[in-house]
């Protein structure tokens, strides 16, 4: 069963920087990790899940909410299984949970068409 932990959260200066990580397990058969089109989710309290960006597994093209646009930087290495999130510029409306998510050989960003979820990891801005 494949399952996708994310990792880099945590309680930070507004201005400030994160890198958010998520590695993915228990591939043992294909597909690869290479065919995912890894997507970043949040949720902030009391608000409703939302894309945040994400990258195609086939041209490696990206995608970003347009309130992250210019700040956020989604990269992933195959080899390592992991996509990461490169936050910069925080400010405190990017308090939320970040969960990342799998498209197995698709390439939409639609929730509905995620295959795998991480569980999540919260990111505190502070002012």
């Known amino acids: 069963q494949v399952q996708l932990v994310e990792s880099g959260g945590g309680l930070v200066q507004a201005g400030g920087s994160l890198r958010l990580s998520c590695a993915a397990s228990?591939?043992?058969?294909?597909?690869?990790?290479?065919?995912?089109?890894m997507v970043w989710f949040r949720q902030a309290p009391g608000k409703e899940r939302e894309f945040v960006g994400g990258?195609?597994?086939?041209?490696?093209?990206?995608s970003y909410a347009n309130s992250v646009k210019g700040r956020f930087t989604i990269s992933r290495d195959n080899s390592k299984n992991t996509v990461y999130l490169q936050m910069n510029s925080l400010n405190f409306e990017d308090t939320a949970v970040y969960y990342c998510?799998?498209?197995?050989?698709?390439?939409?960003?639609?929730?509905?068409?995620?295959?795998?979820w991480g569980k999540g990891t919260l990111v505190t801005v502070s002012s």
């Open positions: 990258i195609r597994w086939s041209g490696g093209s990206t």
């Open positions: 228990g591939l043992t058969s294909a597909p690869t990790f290479s065919t995912y089109t």
């Open positions: 998510a799998a498209n197995v050989y698709g390439s939409s960003w639609f929730p509905g068409a995620m295959n795998f």
